[in-house]
């Protein structure tokens, strides 16, 4: 069974420039979630798809933005770019029951460094 | 909002040695999980517990949901080279409308 999928695993913009990370869920989940990584925040959550619906939403600016197709592949998007930016992006699938448990599938992340 | 108080933050130990970390929230939770996450890895789960009070092992590993459902704990007996990484703790309230809570890590190094 194939894990969670994340592309680009590398890139570098620039400040003001925008960027799309993209995320295939393990087959068969349905929720698709989004966390920033930082050296001193620890995990800090986006926001979670269900769906195609916006679930739940974490603590980040508009520029923050994501959506969920009908094959439950993910996508985030960053815009206008800032050098706080800089992050490892994860990308977590899981198969939402009756309740929400917590176990969390994560894609290896994809890296942004910013300019 | 929600926080998870995790620690420490980071440990130095000699292979061999037990470790020990903690999570504690001002909120309960319903479902208490540890992560690990290896260097350019994704965080993977270890231990999910589900019922206050619970124990439950993973090979080396140890985690307790605390009985007032505000804590939890992670024991690594034995530790080896491989465990090295950052643990996450997290919290979930259990409703599938809410969000689940990491904590910020610890970073566990082990000495040669």
């Known amino acids: 069974k194939a894990g969670v999928t994340q592309t680009p695993r590398y890139l570098i913009k620039t400040r003001g420039q925008q960027v799309t990370l993209s995320c295939s869920p393990i087959?068969?989940?349905?929720?698709v979630s989004w966390y920033q990584q930082t050296p001193g925040q620890g995990l800090q959550f986006l926001f979670e798809?269900?769906?195609?619906?916006?679930?739940n939403k974490g603590n980040f600016p508009g520029r923050f933005s994501g959506r969920q197709f009908s094959n439950s592949r993910s996508e985030m998007n960053v815009s206008t770019l800032e050098l706080g930016d800089s992050a490892l992006y994860l990308c977590?699938?899981?198969?939402?029951?009756?309740?929400?448990?917590?176990?969390?599938?994560f894609g290896e992340g994809s890296r942004l460094t910013v300019l | 909002g929600q926080q998870l108080n995790q620690s420490p933050q980071s440990m130095f130990i000699q292979e061999g040695e037990d470790v020990s970390m903690n999570c504690t929230s001002s909120?309960?939770?319903?479902?208490w999980l540890w992560y690990k996450q290896d260097p350019g890895e994704g965080p993977v789960l270890l231990i999910a517990?589900?019922?206050?009070?619970e124990l439950t092992s993973n090979g080396r590993l140890t985690a307790q949901f605390g009985i007032t459902r505000k804590d939890s704990f992670l024991n690594i007996s034995a530790s080896i080279p491989s465990d090295v990484g950052i643990y996450f703790c997290?919290?979930?309230?259990?409703?599938?409308?809410?969000?689940?809570?990491f904590g910020k890590g610890t970073r566990l190094h082990i000495l040669p």
């Open positions: 909120s309960i939770f319903n479902t």
């Open positions: 997290a919290g979930s309230p259990g409703d599938r409308d809410d969000k689940i809570i």
């Open positions: 798809y269900f769906s195609e619906t916006q679930r």
């Open positions: 087959s068969g989940h349905r929720s």
């Open positions: 517990l589900y019922k206050a009070g």
């Open positions: 977590a699938s899981s198969f939402p029951g009756q309740l929400n448990t917590g176990e969390l599938f």
